[in-house]
């Protein structure tokens, strides 16, 4: 049960039953939606956008805790920054919960809660699908991404 | 040719044990493995079945003594290859009932086959304006190659809708065949919610509309007896691998009269009966359908879950999984916060559900990790999870080696997501 418990962290699941920044924001500067056709995870992402700072961000749509809590906490972690910076940040996460990166990394902050998730391959990309979504928000590619 | 020669090779391992019995447990080597350090609780068979040790057997028995190409050689190998594979077809003509071997094609899968037919048959028989019916319970390989087919010839796909529980409106299908209904195409029993369609009365329904019927018996032959000419359909599809038979292996049933009037699929060798550059003239059937060298030992191994099948005895088979279906049912829907989706009066083996505040990958997951293996997710029938407003279900499906054991595993296993998820 240990490394299901680091999966499902008490703060991986208090986001998931709670999301925070949970919705749309209309209008906006930015938008994506993200698919996970393998369990049927749909994210939407709308961002406002002042001098390439993130200044609001909201997500929507419906998945399983990983990718709600992943997607909660990534609304928190990315307001006021940059693209680039942002980048950096999902590299790190990327890292992570693929195993090659360092939970004890600071920089992580409380995105190191996902550290656990690098132990069930197959839930990998419920992990990263807001990422993705939110990196297709900043191409504005209105196609919808897909992890697949 | 005689049927002994697919008769299950293993020592000891008595074809007659009964469902769900230790000696029956003890013919499937993989249940011995363990997963997550747990003992492997297998409840993902509408995924596809473990397989007996006959029939890894009989695979590993065509490579060490059998091995060669078939209908392609003078030689002794070549020569009992073929026996073997001609054999095999006579096997799945008895269990299914057919009237002639010839009526059987081998194919890679029930997908395979239904691809086939829309591509031989559909491509002659459909105009601009005719119409197939398909039914709201379909896997996606029931419903793509017609939508491919009906996009290419300007027909129309009409979907027979679906009740809250997971059947088919009554008098909706009959009221969707029209004159111009070319081909009905539905499944038998529902992968994803486990109802059994009422097949006969459709099949009798669509052939007075004249419409050509086309049965998904995938979910089906694994879990009951079938007999196509009792049931008076005109082709009938299923895949191996969901019937404790090799990956790859599957079968397009047809009656030999509309075989023989389709022309061939893919070209290539075997289908042919003389090639010259100036044309070629087809192979009769079945091998008109079957261009290239078969998975001859797949098949063989086939014929061997088949003949293993029917010493356990179908009926056999139906009463132990209708017996766990009712007793997972209770339990399950008794559990507070746990909904079974698919309420059908009729079932087969098929269980999904959902928890309340829990997402079905995470019910996987979990499971999983205490050594229990469900599906999560859309089951391939995308279109049914939204008729139902949902994104997955879990569901646990049951084959001829699970027990009560099995459920209680997944009961408790269910209480322990509840409780790791607070709900
Ligand atoms: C009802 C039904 N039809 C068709 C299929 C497709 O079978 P295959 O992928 O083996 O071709 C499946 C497999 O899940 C099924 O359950």
Redesign the pocket.
């Known amino acids: 049960m240990s490394d299901l418990g680091d999966l499902y962290h008490d703060m991986i699941l208090g986001h998931a039953k709670a999301p925070r920044n949970f919705g749309k924001l209309d209008p906006c500067d930015a938008s994506a939606l993200g698919h996970n056709p393998l369990c049927g995870d749909r994210i939407g992402v709308t961002l406002l956008l002042s001098q390439g700072r993130v200044t609001d961000v909201r997500f929507d749509g419906s998945g399983c805790a990983i990718c709600t809590a992943s997607a909660s906490l990534m609304t928190e972690g990315v307001k006021g920054r940059t693209r680039a910076e942002i980048d950096t940040v999902f590299q790190r996460v990327h890292d992570l919960v693929t195993g090659k990166g360092d939970p004890e990394d600071p920089e992580l902050g409380k995105l190191a809660v996902f550290g656990g998730v690098s132990e069930f391959p197959m839930r990998v990309k419920c992990a990263t699908l807001p990422w993705h979504t939110l990196n297709a928000a900043f191409d504005n590619s209105n196609a919808p991404v897909s992890t697949e | 040719m005689s049927a002994a020669l697919f008769s299950p090779a293993a020592p000891g391992a008595s074809p007659s044990a009964s469902p769900g019995s230790p000696e029956l447990r003890a013919q499937f080597p993989i249940l011995a493995r363990k997963v997550h350090k747990q003992p492997l609780i297998y409840l993902d068979n509408?995924?596809t079945t473990q397989k007996p040790q006959c029939v890894i057997d009989a695979l590993t028995h065509c490579y060490t003594h059998w091995n060669a190409n078939v209908h392609r050689g003078v030689h002794l190998l070549s020569q009992e290859a073929t026996e073997h594979y001609e054999g095999a077809r006579k096997v799945v003509a008895q269990f299914i009932g057919a009237a002639l071997p010839e009526e059987i094609v081998f194919v890679?899968?029930?997908?395979?086959g239904i691809n086939l037919v829309a591509q031989t048959l559909g491509r002659t028989q459909l105009s601009k304006g005719d119409e197939v019916l398909i039914t709201g319970l379909e896997?996606h390989?029931?419903i793509v190659p017609w939508q491919m087919l009906c996009a290419e010839r300007g027909a129309t796909l009409r979907v027979c809708p679906i009740t809250d529980a997971g059947e088919l409106v009554p008098g909706a299908f009959d009221a969707l065949l029209a004159s111009r209904t070319k081909i009905a195409a539905f499944?038998w029993?529902?992968?994803a919610l486990g109802t059994v369609n009422p097949v006969a009365a459709m099949c009798r329904a669509a052939k007075r509309a004249g419409a050509i019927t086309l049965v998904?018996a995938?979910?089906a032959v694994p879990h009951f007896a079938v007999n196509v000419q009792e049931l008076d359909c005109d082709f009938l599809v299923f895949?191996g691998?969901?019937l404790y038979a090799p990956n790859g292996s599957?079968v397009l049933w047809g009656r030999k009269a509309l075989l023989e009037s389709m022309p061939p699929w893919q070209g290539g060798g075997d289908m042919i009966a003389s090639v010259t550059f100036e044309g070629s003239t087809w192979n009769h059937v079945p091998h008109k359908f079957e261009a290239g060298t078969p998975d001859y030992p797949a098949v063989a191994g086939m014929a061997t879950a088949l003949q293993w099948l029917q010493a356990i005895g179908l009926q056999r088979v139906q009463a132990h999984e209708a017996a766990l279906l009712a007793e997972a049912t209770e339990r399950i829907s008794a559990i507070k916060g746990v909904r079974i989706i698919g309420t059908a009066a009729a079932k087969a083996s098929v269980l999904s559900f959902v928890i309340d505040g829990v997402h079905p990958h995470d019910i996987g997951t979990i499971l999983d990790r205490k050594g229990i293996a469900i599906r999560a997710g859309h089951h391939?029938a995308q279109p049914v999870m939204d008729r139902l407003g949902l994104a997955a279900t879990a569901r646990a499906s049951f084959g001829v080696s699970n027990t009560s054991a099995d459920i209680d595993a997944l009961v408790e296993g269910i209480v322990a997501v509840q409780k790791l998820f607070g709900a």
Request: proline share 0%; aromatic share 0%; charged share 20%.
């Open positions: 509408a995924a890679r899968g029930a997908t395979e896997h390989s029931n499944s029993v529902s992968n998904d995938c979910q895949s691998h969901k599957g391939c």
